[in-house]
């Protein structure tokens, strides 16, 4: 692994407390009302896995399906997969990774508004502030703030790998600079 990761960022046991604590949140917040988790594939799944396990109100998931493209004057969002639960009348978690410029989540909560749900909030596990370039797109619970950095693991990917890494951490330059 040390050839595909310069830096831990968060590694297996700090990522199990992360969600530990967003969920011990969340379960506060939640108490007595029927909450959506909405995960943003592909790259969520680990942590919403992780983080529903401590969560315990009535609960629901279902996931949606977007990729993000960066056009030559503005990024582009396209719908591949919308959800299949009825969620009206529902309290809507958005789950995702990580955020970077925004454009993303604001697709998905742009989606969302129109329908008849109680409330729609974002989780996220790692924040990218710095890289922000909707600042209207303001997660409700952040797992952890990090620099501009491309990192991988625990769900995030490079070209489709490294998904699968127990944890997180900053990607080799090498690797995605052709240097190998």
Known sequence: ????????????????????????QINIDYKGKRLLLVGVLKGSVPFLSCLMKYINVELMVDYVYVNSYKGHEKEMVIVHKDL?????????????????????LYKIIEMLKGKDVASCEIIVLLDKIENRKLGSI???????????????????????????LPIIGVLNKNLYRGKR
Request: glycine share 6%.
């Open 138 to 164: 303001k997660p409700k619970y952040i797992g952890k703030i990090i620099p501009n950095e491309f990192v991988v693991g625990f769900g995030l990917d490079y070209k489709e790998l490294y998904r699968n």
């Open 84 to 104: 299949d639960i009825n969620f009206s009348g529902l309290d809507v978690l958005v789950v995702e990774d990580i955020i970077d410029t925004g454009f993303t």
């Open 1 to 24: 692994m040390e050839e595909i990761i310069e830096r831990v960022v968060l590694n297996s046991e700090e990522i199990e407390e992360v969600c530990r604590n967003l969920a011990n």
